[in-house]
């Protein structure tokens, strides 16, 4: 069985300092990883996705991703937060057709 | 165009009622799954199914039931054994790596 864990539940950063959100997981099989965003009352939306190519991922909005097999974690950086980045968080693994999320890491930017 | 049909959007339902979320997709994904959200909470996954006729119990099945009779139909079914059924229920299909959501249900008990 896979699963996944985001080890924060909140991350809270100041506008314009580095955004970073912890994704590990675990996966009988090499795994297909993605990050999705959800802003308040609206749809999940894909950021990025990781399918066995390069392990450094770039995502839309400045997000990027990097897997590391070795600590088995897929996390989600970004260089500056804006205001409008300000959302949940959500670290998918996927293997086969099997798919499982993680809780999800709210993130807070203060201005 | 293709893509998942969730429907309806919004929905009460007094207690005691079983209620059912319909999901359609025509993307020809053979798996399909139902999550549920609460406020501040994750995703949870509720049942899942990768092939017609078949479908698995997810990690919060208790008080839910579905059907997969056909491969672009998965309805959902919350009934009156589900103890706090307000929430915000997703459906998704995928195929390999590509993974499409419905726009999702908000379920409301009254």
């Known amino acids: 069985a896979q699963s996944v864990t985001q080890l924060d539940s909140h991350v809270s950063v100041s506008e314009g300092t580095p955004v970073l959100l912890r994704c590990n997981y675990s996966s009988s099989y090499s795994p297909s990883l993605f990050w999705y965003v959800q802003h308040p009352n609206k749809g999940l939306q894909l950021l990025l996705k990781?399918?066995?190519?390069?392990?450094l991922v770039k995502g839309i909005n400045g997000f990027e991703a990097e897997f590391k097999k070795s600590e088995t974690s897929f996390h989600l950086t970004k260089p500056s937060a804006h205001m409008s980045d300000a959302a949940e968080y959500f670290c998918?693994?996927?293997?086969?057709?099997?798919?499982?999320f993680g809780a999800g890491t709210r993130l807070t930017v203060k201005p | 165009d293709g893509g998942i049909t969730q429907s309806p959007k919004y929905l009460f339902r007094k207690e005691g009622q079983n209620v059912t979320l319909s999901c359609e997709q025509n993307l020809n994904h053979d798996a399909m799954y139902w999550y549920r959200q609460d406020p501040g909470q994750g995703l949870r996954l509720i049942y899942y199914?990768?092939?017609?006729?078949?479908?698995q119990k997810g990690d919060i099945a208790e008080g839910y039931s579905v059907s997969r009779e056909k491969k672009e139909s998965f309805p959902l079914t919350v009934t009156s054994a589900q103890k706090n059924p307000t929430a915000f229920y997703l459906c998704a299909s995928a195929y390999g790596n590509t993974i499409y959501f419905g726009e999702g249900s908000w379920l409301t008990v009254v």
């Open positions: 998918v693994v996927s293997d086969s057709n099997d798919m499982r």
């Open positions: 199914s990768q092939i017609v006729n078949d479908f």
């Open positions: 990781y399918t066995s190519a390069a392990t």
